[in-house]
């Protein structure tokens, strides 16, 4: 089965204490419903990562990305609603223009601490808990991690830095 390509972004406050996330509220039978995410989504076949993360974040936030910084990749074996692969391109997004919107067709934006992400304070993907301390590490280095998922749950973690 050949795997979903999508990127995933973490757009940081101008002091790098906030992040801004979606929160999946707009349709219950979403599978992300109720969680906190990055802002990202599937990558169209004639663009590069980058430009890929960089309409995700225009298109779900109104923001223009000045700076993207890469910080790994994860692979989802086993991620998607009917068991298929995805293998998602994380990046940091320290600067931006532009004024966030309140949310999308997906869900509302919020502004959140980093500290409460990463103390487990919000509601997320328990999974997310495994690669956001590396996104957020004082000193991030890229990092590529495999997350096997059965059932709706992750099943493994493994990782390299680079």
Known sequence: MQAIIATLGYVL???????????????????????????GGKLAP????????????LEESGLTCSVVDFAGTVSWPGFG??????????????????????GNHEGSLHWVDVADVLAGAVPMWESDRHFLPLVFAAAPRPFHGVM???????????????
């Open 148 to 162: 096997p998922f059965a059932n709706g749950r992750a099943v493994g973690w493994s990782v390299s830095e680079a």
């Open 46 to 57: 004639d663009e590069d990562v980058v430009a890929g993360m960089r309409r995700e974040i």
């Open 13 to 39: 406050s101008p002091d790098g204490n906030k992040v801004l996330m979606i929160r999946r509220d707009t349709r219950p039978d979403d599978q992300h419903y109720g969680y906190y995410n990055g802002l």
């Open 81 to 102: 609603r009917d068991g298929s692969n995805w293998f998602g391109f994380l990046f940091r997004i320290p600067a931006w223009t532009g004024t966030p919107s309140s």
